[in-house]
Structures are given as C-alpha cells and as structure tokens.
C-alpha cells in the first residue's frame, strides 16, 4: 500500500513524507516565494505545495450575508477579498516550477478548477491535491484523475460517504495512485479536535496510504501521527509569522519545520518492528543485568552449596532462575571464586 511521487515512494513502510505548503505566504512577492522554496529544501521537506486559482475561478464578488467572513482570522472581510490577497498569480508557476527543479525539490499543488490543472499539466506537476473544501467536488477529482498523476485529497469536514465516493470517483476516472490526508479544517485548529485514532480507522477503512494535514501551531500532532500509521504531513510554512498574509500566523517558520522533518522521521524510525531480542545499544550493559556467580572456591567433585553461589551482577552467568537447579549438583572441576555459573560446570 504506497505511492510514488516524482520517484519518491511513500507510504507505511517509507520515511514520512513532508509537505510544505506555502498558500498565501508568499504576500504577493515572487522573491519570497522562492525563498520559501529554498527554505522548505533546507529544512529538509520533501515537496512544496502551492495553490493554483483565481479569485473569480473560486468564489463570486459579492458583500451579501452568504460571502462575508464573520470571525477567525479573515473576520469582516468577503471572500473574493480574501482569495483576491492570497492568490498566486498564474504567471508565477512557471518560474517557481524551475526554481524547484533546480534544487531537486518536488514542487505541485492543489488546482480549485480545470483551468487550473490544465495550467498544471502544461508545467508537467507530478503530482495533485484536492483541498479539503474541494473533497467534495466530483467533478473536479474526475478531472483530475484524468491526468494519471497521483492525487492526495484532504478530508477536513467530508464524512465517511463523502470521502468513500471521493476516493470512488478518482478510482473510477483513472486514479491509480492516492492517498488522504486526515484534517481538521480550523485555522488553527487545537489539537484535541484532531481525533488522530482515525487514522488507523481510514487505514483499514479505504485501505489506501494516510496522513495529516496539519493545522495546529507547534508539531506534537504531526509528529504523533506518525506513529498511528501517517505516512505524510503536510504543514503550512512561512519566513516570518508576523509577515502578514491570509496564513502566516499557524505556519511554521524554518527552525520548526527542520524540528518536523526531524522528528518525524525519527518517529517513524521508532516504530520499527515487533522485536524482544537484545538490542544493539543494550549489548554493553549486559554486565548491568544479575546472574550467577561462584562466590566461594570449590574442588572438583563437591556438591554445590548456597554458600557456593549468589545472584550478582554482572549478567555472564547463567539466570537466577536457575539458583535451585545448581544448588546440590557435583561441580565437574576445580572453580575460583569469581566464575560466572555455566552448565558445563556442574553434573548434567
């Protein structure tokens, strides 16, 4: 049960995958936007995500009831205001697309329309994602999946028969390639709303790869999801939380997104296998453990006393569970106080 993105499998058995998600922290400044690409590439990410769309490819400019924004960050403002500040402007992906090849990051992002992915097919992206608001929109996953790209479609507010017929219609069209991200669709979200046992429920439920969008403030979530089966994590990411735009303010900045790439992989090293045999960093301490030792010399041919032995680290001898087993056998030779117990020692 994987994937691969531009030659990178991903998947349970794979390093997690990191996204970095610029959205709109480029503030309308091409020079940031590549600097954030550099960063992510720094930080050790193994993907950028924009968002490819246009104010009026999104929303319609309208003030009635049903366009305003009424608290959270983007408070008082309509929605074509907002998308009007955080598009990227089309001209961009061009550049940002060669920008990324160039450093040998995987660069794609999440189209709201078909414009959108033809302008994405034109740039030859390696890969989609569907927003979580678009989770429900059929007809754009359909044309997505036409493209044979994989797809990774987020879930934030979509029930289980909403993602059920999601994954179906990408299946259906072509899809061959796809995985979900868990998400809570807050900006921010606290991190008790993020139900992260879900995640094993998704696993066993749709049976493809999942992960996590990750919506909170520091990297706790992201990197637990890890351990319940996430396999990718995708976080918003900034050059400055005071920098102003629609999304700086829950994003991470440099220093914690090394932390995520980090501590996630580490996470994910962790799990491992099931496994009660020593280990390699134990073998050093086993003079740590109790076991077995003469404490008294002893002649060939006596019988073994209590006095003859005591349970003391080191741990070379035999386990102290054996004490009533060696107590009244013949020692077969001549022992120095000192001698880790061993079975060759004393009568069969």
């Known amino acids: ?27 309308g400044d091409i020079q940031r936007a590549f600097d954030i690409i550099s960063m992510a590439k720094r930080s050790g990410a193994d ?17 009635a009831e049903d ?3 009424r608290g959270g960050l983007w408070d008082g403002r309509n929605l074509y205001e907002l998308y009007q500040s955080a598009y990227m402007p089309w001209e961009w992906h061009k550049p940002l697309f060669e920008f990324a090849r160039q450093l040998d990051i995987t660069l794609f992002s999440s189209p709201f329309d078909n414009t959108a ?19 429900i929109d059929l007809p754009l996953i359909e044309y997505v999946a036409q493209t044979g790209k994989p797809m990774i479609i987020s879930t934030g507010m979509a029930n289980q028969d909403e993602i059920a017929e999601a994954i179906a219609t990408a299946r259906d069209a072509g899809c061959r390639e796809l995985a ?17 046992k879900t995640l094993v429920d998704m696993q066993r439920r749709f049976a493809v790869p999942v992960g996590l969008s990750d919506h909170t403030l520091d990297n706790t979530t992201a990197i637990a999801s890890v351990v319940l089966g996430g396999c990718i994590i995708e976080k918003h990411v900034t050059l400055d939380r005071e920098g102003g735009s629609a999304d700086d303010a829950f994003s991470l900045e440099e220093a914690d997104l090394k932390s995520l790439c980090a501590n996630a992989k580490t996470a994910w090293q962790a799990l491992g296998k099931v496994d009660y045999g020593l280990q390699s960093s134990e073998k050093a301490n086993i003079k ?7 404490v008294k010399d002893i002649l060939k041919g006596e019988v073994i006393s209590a006095e003859h032995i005591k349970s003391i680290r080191p741990g070379y001898g035999l386990v102290p569970k054996y004490t009533k087993q060696v107590i009244g056998k013949i ?7 000192g001698t880790a117990v061993k079975w060759h020692h004393i009568e069969n």
């Open 1 to 27: 049960m994987s994937i691969s993105i531009a030659g990178r499998k991903i998947g349970p058995n794979q390093p997690p995958y990191i996204i970095a998600e610029m959205s709109a922290n480029h503030n």
């Open 117 to 135: 992915v033809d302008l994405l097919e034109d740039l030859n992206a390696p890969a989609y994602k569907i927003a979580s608001f678009e989770a």
């Open 67 to 69: 366009f305003m924004i």
């Open 47 to 63: 993907a950028v995500k924009l968002q490819t769309y246009k104010p009026d490819t999104i929303t319609y400019n309208s003030t």
């Open 288 to 294: 740590f453990r109790r076991s077995l030792y003469f």
């Open 331 to 337: 020692a077969l030779l001549d022992i120095q106080a």
């Open 180 to 196: 979900i991200l868990h998400c809570v669709s807050g900006y921010p979200a606290p991190a008790s709303d993020y139900n992260l």
